[in-house]
């Protein structure tokens, strides 16, 4: 039976082949117009990184730098571009015209890079755009008003440019127009109330402009609207609308030194306002008695001219953490239980900012918690604050929150060793296991117009709400630092570390990507509109190329393509030399074999350093009869160490794919992860000339290897071979999707695990003594070698996991 089912499996490798060349040989090419523009924008661009490839081959199929294209072909026969993703690759030059003819893209993405010269007014031909981010660059010239005519525009960025000229009033037509932002550039002349008609504007960022004219009345009727943040600009001598009270939804209204004057309207209708900012301007008047929202955490009416007294209805506001009143003409009494009702814990604070005003008394005995700020400054009362007992108000003191933090990741003083520094491993901050070690990704990421003056409250609840958003688990994500910037805006550096291994792969990575590039992650109120500064990918993950899975060939190609491979590689090679094959992916190997990395000095607990002479004896010098297989690296030999062990030895070839990186990335993986499938490390020799690692043997590999092996149950065999054929058929409607593939898998290894396969019949023998391999190979200075016990190569997928990585989970579910 074992016989028949390893033919079946031959012929189905060579069909799967067959197919699968067929599939990328009649794969359709790009649309040639988009061809020719994205060779015009590629002309336009200046490129001193080196970051793009878009000199050969076609752009979807040859996985062209940021340019991500559909699944598959449309009803005309082509390819077409759905997103270009150039964020921050210090691109310079200009946009070309010809960026128009991209007629299929939902998404632009040039944030982050020095590019100049006016925004081509041929987008507002690309019907299909969705996202238009052009933010930190350099572009100069009037919004076209050509761009109000683009019927499924969401998001358009512009911010942080040298923009001039007025807002086209053609904005108006953008019904699903969520987020404008477009501050921190020179726009001028007066909001277009037109901007009203938007049902479904979520944020209007303008602020940091010359805009000028009047506040209008019409921006009450937006029914979405959830912030309004225009602070300066010059509305010379405007009025805040009294109608501004109505606004149902708005979260944050901020309109700092825009020259305003008036009284400051009645806000307390607005049930959720939690942020308002009216400060640096000529606004007069008594300020409102009514009780503003309990959710309200910010009140900023500095440097007016507002008179009057405190109102008592400023008490009671629970999460409250600024009151600050400074510089106006106030006057009678200061309340002095301002923070009942309030909780306070150690990141929690209250600052009372009364400073140069006429206050003249004090009511009660103001006796505040350590967490609460009173500052009286420069008012009457402090002429008597002796006998008030109240000089602690009356000096200098610290009315600011802390501005920025640092949170220091350091080893525990009981780890045994460091983590591989050379390729930007480090300890897991809040990993549920001591000492572990992986390597991150390192994102920047700004908060534009948070809802909240005092960050510390709030780390904690961001990390869960971005976890949540990424579908990471918590102690995957870490706050490394944080810095308050001018808007303000909030600055902070984030770290995502891998789920239970100490990489993440190549899926997941895309997957995190797109969920920050493509604003996947759901909406806060508080944390309010965000921004991707930065997504870097170092040390292991230094070569992965930023494109997706929507490039070329549909997902079940793709799929199909896969698990022919798996076939293939389950047949001819060990399931370790495919593990170990995915770890090393994420590099290019180095061209020459003489350029290799310093030594690095491995000290790892339970993992023994062996000399060359203790190898060359445990394989009697090398010899052929004590080979038992050979890969890519190198060979494998049979091995019986002083102690008797029987272990398996790898040895590196001089002219093998695997450098020094790669060693010591493998024997770095191999000695932290501990995992059923994964090969137990016993020890390694790391001396000039040579890399040799050690297995020892005990584990198991799949039995359709090799017929020493033991049985393997032909009817999952001929399942995983029909599934494999199923994912190649030419028509995409007859292939089954990702899920469904994983699906399938999941069920054959079931079947498996549920056979008469019995542990003795699966033990992996390379030879006839039953050893797992083992290789090693011969190299220039500064060699290294391991040794493991247990290897099994059941590819049982763990709950979450993807059966087709590795046991990486390429697809994690909120938990």
């Known amino acids: 039976m074992m016989s028949q089912a390893r033919m079946f499996a031959l012929k189905v490798i060579m069909a799967t082949s067959l197919c699968c060349f067929v599939l990328s040989v009649g794969a359709q090419d790009t649309d040639p117009s988009e061809v020719g523009a994205l060779r015009a924008i590629r002309g336009r661009l200046v490129d001193p990184m080196k970051h793009l490839n878009w000199s050969k081959g076609d752009p979807c199929k040859s996985n062209w730098t940021g340019v991500l294209c559909f699944y598959g072909p449309l009803d005309d026969g082509h390819l077409h571009v759905q997103e270009i993703l150039l964020l921050n690759m210090n691109l310079s030059g200009s946009l ?82 969520r987020h404008i932002h477009l501050n921190n550039n020179s726009i001028s002349g007066q909001i277009p109330p037109e901007l009203h008609a938007l049902p479904k504007l979520v944020h209007l960022l303008l602020d940091n402009n010359n805009l000028s004219g009047y506040l209008p009345e019409e921006f009450s009727m937006l029914p979405a609207l959830e912030i309004l943040q225009l602070d300066n600009n010059n509305f010379s001598g405007s009025l805040i609308p009294a109608s501004y009270g109505n606004m149902s939804r708005l979260l944050k209204l901020s309109l700092r030194n825009c020259r305003l004057q008036g009284p400051v309207p009645d806000l307390s209708k607005i049930p959720e306002l939690g942020y308002l900012d009216l400060s640096w301007n000529s606004l007069t008047g008594t300020i409102p008695s009514n009780r503003l929202s309990l959710n309200i955490t910010t009140i900023i009416l500095s440097n007016n001219q507002l008179n009057g007294s405190i109102s008592r209805n400023f008490s009671g506001l629970p999460i409250l953490q600024i009151l600050s009143l400074e510089n106006n003409l106030l006057t009678g009494s200061v309340p002095s239980n301002m923070w009942q009702n309030m909780t306070f814990n150690g990141t929690q604070r209250l600052i009372l900012d009364f400073e140069n005003n006429s206050l003249t008394n004090i009511s009660g005995i103001p006796s505040p918690p350590a967490n609460v700020t009173i500052m009286l400054q420069g008012n009457p009362v402090c002429g008597n604050a002796n006998a008030l007992n109240i000089s602690q108000f009356c000096g200098f003191q610290d009315g600011e929150f802390t501005s920025h933090g640092s949170l220091t990741n350091s080893p525990s003083s009981s780890c045994p060793q460091s983590c591989l520094t050379i390729q930007f491993y480090e300890y897991v901050p809040t990993y549920p296991i001591p000492c572990f070690c992986a390597a991150p990704i390192k994102v920047g990421y700004r908060m534009k117009s948070p809802g909240f003056s005092n960050f510390l409250p709030y780390m904690e609840p961001l990390e869960r709400f971005l976890a949540n958003g990424l579908q990471l688990n918590r102690y995957q994500l870490y706050m490394d630092s944080f810095a308050w910037e001018n808007g303000p805006r909030l600055m902070l550096n984030i770290k995502l570390y891998p789920d239970n291994f100490s990489i993440f792969n190549v899926s997941e990575i895309l997957r995190i990507r797109d969920l920050f590039t493509g604003w996947h992650i759901p909406h806060n109120d508080v944390f309010g509109p965000f921004e991707l500064l930065s997504f870097t990918l170092l040390g292991p993950y230094a070569y992965v190329i930023p494109t997706s899975q929507k490039s070329g060939l549909s997902r079940g190609s793709l799929a199909g393509i896969l698990i ?143 017929s020493r092996m033991g049985d393997y149950p032909s009817d999952c065999l001929e399942k995983f071979a029909d599934l494999a054929l199923k994912c190649c058929q030419h028509e995409s409607e007859a292939r089954p999707s990702i899920t469904e593939v994983v699906r399938e898998l999941e069920m054959i290894m079931h079947m498996i695990s549920e056979s008469d396969v019995t542990p003795s019949d699966t033990n992996t023998s390379f030879s006839s003594g039953g050893v797992t391999p083992v290789s090693s190979s011969s190299m220039p200075t500064g060699s290294a070698s391991m040794i493991s016990s247990s290897i099994t190569s059941t590819i049982t997928s763990t709950n979450g996991s993807d059966p087709l990585s590795g046991g990486v989970s390429s697809t994690i579910v909120p938990r």
């Open 564 to 706: 022919g491979t798996i076939v293939g590689t389950i047949t001819l090679s060990a399931a370790v030399s495919l593990l170990i094959k995915r770890r090393g992916a994420g590099y290019r190997h180095t061209p020459s074999r003489k350029r290799l990395l310093s030594r690095v000095q491995m000290k790892v607990d339970g993992v023994k350093g062996f000399n060359y002479k203790e190898m060359s004896l445990a394989t009697n010098n090398f010899s052929d009869s004590a080979q038992v297989g050979q890969g890519g690296y190198g060979k494998v030999y049979r091995g019986n160490l002083a102690d008797g062990s029987v272990v398996a030895i790898k040895r590196a070839q001089e002219d093998s794919l695997q450098g020094s990186k790669e060693f010591f990335t493998e024997l770095e993986l191999l000695s932290r992860l501990h995992h059923r499938n994964l090969v137990s490390l016993v020890g390694y020799c790391d001396e000039a000339n040579e890399q040799v690692n050690t297995v020892r043997q005990s584990g198991m590999l799949s039995s359709i290897v090799d």
């Open 96 to 177: 070309a015209p010809e960026i128009g003819q991209l007629s299929y893209m939902r998404i632009l993405d040039f944030m982050w890079n020095k590019l100049s010269g006016n925004i081509p007014k041929e987008i507002g031909n690309i019907k299909s755009l969705e996202l238009m981010l052009l933010n930190g660059n350099e572009f100069s010239g009037s919004l076209p008003e050509e761009f109000g005519f683009l019927p499924n525009l969401s998001r358009i960025q512009i911010d942080s440019n040298k923009l001039s000229g007025s807002l086209p009033k053609s904005f108006a037509n953008l019904k699903e127009m």
